[in-house]
Each structure stands twice: as C-alpha cells, then as structure tokens.
C-alpha cells in the first residue's frame, strides 16, 4: 500500500491506497503531522507526497518516511501525465497540488472541465475536451479576503456574515463581496471552456460555501489531489 500526502497551505491530507480503493484517509494540521503514523490503518510500502507548504514541511515528511523505513517520492509537475499535457508556459512551475487536481479530474471526467480547488487559495483551472490544461487563475481563498480586509484597513472586522445579493450590514458585506468575486472569477473562466458535458469538479475546505451560488454542472471531491495521486501510482504501475 502506498501512503499518499497532499501538503496544502494549511493541512495535510493523507490517504492510504491499495491499488484499488482507498483503505483510510484523514487530515491533520501540519504541526499535528507526527500523530499519522498512529492514524494509519496498515504500515505502506511507500510515500507519494505532494507539498506546496514550503521546506518545513518537506523535513517533516522526509522524517515521517524515514520513521516508517519507506522510500519517499516527491510528486512534481511535467509536460503531460494521465491524458493530460500541461499548457504552462514552464510546466515545472506549475504547483504540483494543481497538476495532481488536474490529473484526478481527467480520470473522472474525459470531458471539457474547470477544476477549483478552493482553499487557502482558490485555484480555478480550465481543462478543454482534448485534456490540455489551458491555464488557469490563483487568487486568495475565502478567509484569506476575509482576514486581509481586516488586517489592511481601519474599521473592517474579520467579518462572521451570511451571503445576500443586496447586503445591508457590513459583515454580510464582506463575506459577499468575497463570495461574488470568487463565483464571478469561476463564471468568467467557464466561458473559456464548451460543449453539453462541461463539468466544474469543485475540491477544498471552501467548496461548500461555493457550492450553493454556482450555475454550472457541479461534481464536489473530497480531495481531488489525492485523486490524482492514486491515479498517478496506476500509471506508474502500468509502465513497470
């Protein structure tokens, strides 16, 4: 079995794959990391792991594959993978969260596909029929707008409102005017995407608060970079 580590921004996803289906998954905070081993339902053959959470959190991994006596792969971006090819200008400096996203969404969906991964950022990708990743938009995640609004002005909180088309109080301002933006950056980049069987394949801790406003055929994930990262080991597997 293969543990498989998606390091975001803020959490660590792990997931245990057989080949077949997963036999447990989870997340922790980052400082929390030392507590997977006793998580895992059965000790791997091997890590994956895909961090974009900086070198700290590389040490940590490399501490937990070494405690476990596993070989440890970094997951990385390259110029194509399961049936899709990386539009990037440097596909190296695509951020491997987001080909692994990319590459989940491909396995679950052969059609013309925006894929959001909205967490401490918002990634919003736009995957044509042919499974070319045309580019794709970053921008600050819910909370983060939230918390920027506060900390970079003089009268703002770090608003706890609801989402209304005509907000009338300034909490429910904010959080609408995060939401708005966020929705109508998703809108603006399915334009760029046709045909009857567009699907936005939607992943992250923010999803939910997504989810309710968005017009467009929607498939939510539980964690779409793990996804991908099963998806990469079957193709591994395959070419061995």
């Not at 059609?111 to 967490?119: E, K, R």
């Not at 939401?179 to 923010?206: K, N, V």
């Amino acid at each position: 079995m293969i543990l498989c580590l998606d390091a975001g921004n803020t959490r660590l996803k792990w997931g245990l794959w057989d080949g077949q289906a997963w036999q447990g998954s989870g997340v922790l905070a980052h400082a929390e990391s030392g507590q997977l081993m006793d998580a895992l339902p059965a000790r791997p053959s091997r890590v994956l792991a895909c961090n974009v959470a900086g070198e700290p959190v590389a040490a940590r991994i490399e501490a937990l594959a070494a405690s476990l006596s596993v070989p440890l792969d970094w997951f990385r971006s390259s110029s194509a993978a399961g049936g899709v090819s990386n539009g990037y200008d440097n596909p190296a400096q695509l951020g491997a969260d987001r080909w692994a996203a990319l590459i989940g969404a491909r396995s679950l969906h052969d059609g013309p596909a925006l894929v959001v991964m909205a967490g401490t950022a918002t990634t919003i990708d736009v995957l044509d029929a042919n499974g070319v990743f045309r580019g794709g938009l970053i921008l600050p995640g819910l909370a983060l707008m939230r918390q920027a609004l506060a900390r970079n002005t003089a009268g703002l909180p770090v608003a706890h409102g609801v989402y209304r088309e005509l907000p009338t109080n300034t909490d429910d301002a904010i959080v609408s005017g995060c939401l708005a933006a966020t929705l109508g950056a998703i809108e603006r980049m399915a334009r760029h995407l046709q045909g009857a069987d567009l699907l936005c394949l939607i992943s992250g801790g923010a999803a939910e608060a997504l989810l309710p406003h968005l017009q467009l055929p929607l498939s939510c994930v539980d964690n779409l970079v793990l996804t991908g990262l099963a998806r990469a080991i079957t193709l591994d597997r395959e070419h061995i």
